[in-house]
């Protein structure tokens, strides 16, 4: 099975400023698709970006964008002039070909004022 | 209204006890997902369906059951609930278009078991 890491359980950043969040995968395919997804309080999944692994181009969603490293298996999202909207959990996803999505284990944003 | 909905958005019940959680999508999406979100594993796919009819274990299906008789609707049923069943349950749905890429989720069901 596939797996989906994220090693950031927490994560902060001044409002106005820019921040990282990482996101490796394991897979043996080689077409795929990746996915951010945002979790605020209120906890309705929303998709913020996603990637589809035969594109070399990373993703961009207004302040949204993904470095996207194949051979690394690595699917990072950086979040540009972060508000204090941002704040909330995010979950890196991966889906194979078939219909299974599997999630990471999500990193929460702190927006700092 | 369109779009996707559970129900019961919230539900206690008693160890031993069946419940069943209702997924709704007024999309005719082909495929429905059930998914169960706990504190240190994120989401993880308990079934899903492809068609009305048509239904297929995930990661964790254990002590789930599910079924698809008409395309818009996807119950879960827990037959005899436990206290790990104790969740946060989403149901998700997607078209079956190859471009489909987007799951869409309903709000959430949080299901406490004591």
């Known amino acids: 099975a596939q797996t989906v890491t994220q090693s950031q359980p927490e994560m902060s950043v001044q409002e106005a400023e820019t921040v990282t969040l990482s996101c490796t995968y394991d897979?043996?395919?080689?077409?795929?698709?990746l996915f951010w997804y945002k979790q605020p309080p209120s906890r309705q999944m929303i998709l913020v970006i996603r990637?589809?692994?035969?594109?070399?181009q990373n993703a961009t969603e207004n302040r949204f964008s993904v470095n996207f490293q194949k051979a690394a298996k690595s699917f990072s999202l950086k979040i540009s002039d972060s508000q204090l909207g941002d704040a909330a959990m995010y979950f890196c996803?991966?889906?194979?070909?078939?219909?299974?999505?599997?999630f990471g284990t999500g990193t929460s944003l702190t927006v700092i004022p | 209204d369109a779009g996707i909905t559970q129900s019961p958005r919230y539900k206690i019940t008693e160890t031993g006890r069946q419940v069943t959680l209702m997924c709704h999508q007024t999309?005719?999406?082909?495929?429905m997902f059930w998914y169960r979100q706990d504190l240190g594993h994120g989401l993880r796919l308990i079934y899903y369906?492809?068609?009305?009819?048509?239904?297929d274990k995930g990661e964790v299906p254990d002590g789930y059951v599910v079924s698809r008789s008409k395309t818009e609707n996807f119950p879960l049923t827990l037959e005899s609930a436990t206290r790990s069943q104790t969740s946060v349950y989403f149901c998700?749905?997607?078209?079956?278009?190859?471009?489909?890429?987007?799951?869409?989720f309903g709000p959430g069901t949080r299901l406490t078991v004591t």
């Open positions: 998700a749905s997607r078209g079956s278009a190859l471009e489909s890429y987007e799951q869409y």
């Open positions: 897979t043996s395919e080689s077409d795929y698709y």
């Open positions: 990637q589809e692994a035969y594109k070399q």
């Open positions: 996803a991966y889906r194979n070909t078939g219909n299974q999505f599997y």
């Open positions: 999309w005719s999406h082909s495929y």
């Open positions: 369906s492809a068609a009305a009819d048509i239904t």
